[in-house]
């Protein structure tokens, strides 16, 4: 079964770090994008940013681009998403998701969120 | 970046009904790129629709989807007590990011 495992709940403080977890089974971790999204409390759904393991390429949204960073480390099928000075507004479920492959006969392409982990709640308060 | 600007905001109607959400983007779309999702509360959101029209694995033929250029529909034929639930829209044709619509909550009349 393909299936993403995230990391559990998190309650932190204004200005401490933290890096959640998401965890890939039952498929090549290595060959597919994987990407992270925010939901904010009775919010809709943001993108975030995706990375492809294998060689580390990153792409981010503006609003998300030097405030978060996104790696993977392919030998234990893990991609992280990782604060360094976290704010209340960083207060969100986020969720990561398999990208699937787009593909026409000449190229294939990062396409939509096929496979979803769970949800890790992060919750930043004084 | 692409906006997407999905409507009605609450759409109301009863089991059985046929239900038709919209996303609208603010420049065309290359490749029909669209995909939509399903989020039930208090759980992750689920594939429903790619390509536009392309069902997801194990997603039944009452969802069906299609559009081209900036405009894009969602349909659930005979809608069952189980899609009543909060749906987005994506868009993945241009470089990212890839944005998402604001949502449609479907609910029961």
């Known amino acids: 079964e393909v299936q993403l495992v995230q990391s559990g709940a998190e309650v932190k403080k204004p200005g401490e770090s933290l890096k959640i977890t998401c965890q890939g089974s039952g498929y090549f971790f290595t060959s597919s994008w994987i990407g992270w999204v925010r939901q904010m409390p009775g919010r809709g759904l943001e993108w975030m940013g995706i990375?492809?393991?294998?060689?580390?390429?990153?792409r981010f949204s503006p609003a998300f681009e030097g405030h978060v960073s996104i790696s993977a480390d392919t030998s234990i099928s893990t991609a992280y998403l990782q604060w360094s000075s976290l704010k209340a507004s960083d207060t969100a479920i986020y969720y990561c998701a398999r990208v699937r492959a787009d593909c026409t006969p000449a190229t294939c392409r990062a396409g939509a969120f096929d496979i979803w982990g769970q949800g890790t709640m992060v919750t930043v308060s004084s | 970046e692409i906006v997407l600007t999905q409507s009605p905001g609450t759409l109301s109607l009863s089991p059985g009904e046929r239900a038709t959400l919209s996303c609208r983007a603010s420049?065309?779309?290359?490749?029909?790129?669209v995909a939509w999702y399903q989020q039930r509360p208090g759980q992750a959101p689920r594939l429903l629709i790619y390509?536009?029209?392309s069902r997801a694995t194990g997603i039944p033929d009452r969802f069906s989807g299609y559009g081209s250029g900036t405009d894009f529909t969602l349909i659930i034929s005979r809608l069952e007590p189980e899609d009543f639930a909060v749906y987005y829209c994506q868009q993945y044709g241009s470089p990212p990011p890839y944005t998402f619509g604001q949502g449609t909550t479907l609910e029961i009349k």
């Open positions: 390509g536009a029209s």
């Open positions: 990375i492809y393991p294998m060689d580390s390429d990153t």
């Open positions: 420049q065309s779309v290359s490749n029909s790129y």
